[in-house]
């Protein structure tokens, strides 16, 4: 009876995998890839596999905090728009972010970007992103349940 009842509470645990982020080749190019619970999740996700194809984000301190808003005609392109409001706030601030917040309202997103400028003696840029692109864009809900928000990133 106990290992029934263990069985029932722990196999919907099991399933449920911890929100990741990782980078995926596309050839002189790179992929990023958030996975999570959620759309927002996984948004949150894909923006740090983002910071991390620059610079290592455990070195990234979240000192400042930064405002965004996008919209667009789908979520599938809302991605996009999120990945290059942040890209562009790289750039303008000479910032980098290792923490991000999203909430998403139909195909408009808010997100908050925590972060710090750029500080070379700390952070060893490796490159520069020039924008997220539609290729391999991919935002669904897969099979279990869990969300991949993705696409490739011009460097």
């Given at each position: 009876m106990l290992a029934e009842i263990s069985k029932r509470i722990l196999s919907p645990l099991m399933r449920m995998k911890m929100a990741s982020w990782e980078h995926f080749s596309h050839g002189s190019d790179i992929g990023v890839r958030g996975i999570g619970s959620s759309a927002e999740e996984a948004f949150e996700q894909a923006a740090i596999a983002l910071t991390a194809v620059v610079a290592d984000v455990?070195?990234?301190?979240?000192?400042?905090?930064?405002?965004?808003?996008?919209?667009?005609?789908?979520?599938?392109?809302?991605?996009v728009s999120w990945l290059n409001a942040i890209i562009y706030e790289m750039a303008v601030?000479?910032?980098?972010?290792?923490?991000?917040?999203?909430?998403?309202?139909g195909c408009s997103l808010t997100g908050t970007l925590a972060g710090e400028r750029v500080d070379p003696e700390r952070h060893e840029v490796a490159v520069e992103p020039k924008g997220a692109t539609v290729t391999a864009l991919?935002?669904?809900?897969?099979?279990?349940?869990?969300?991949?928000?993705?696409?490739?990133?011009?460097?």
């Open positions: 455990s070195a990234v301190e979240q000192s400042e905090m930064v405002e965004v808003r996008c919209d667009a005609p789908d979520v599938e392109l809302l991605l601030r000479r910032m980098l972010f290792s923490k991000f917040r999203v909430t998403l309202a991919r935002v669904a809900c897969e099979k279990d349940g869990q969300w991949l928000a993705q696409c490739v990133v011009d460097v």
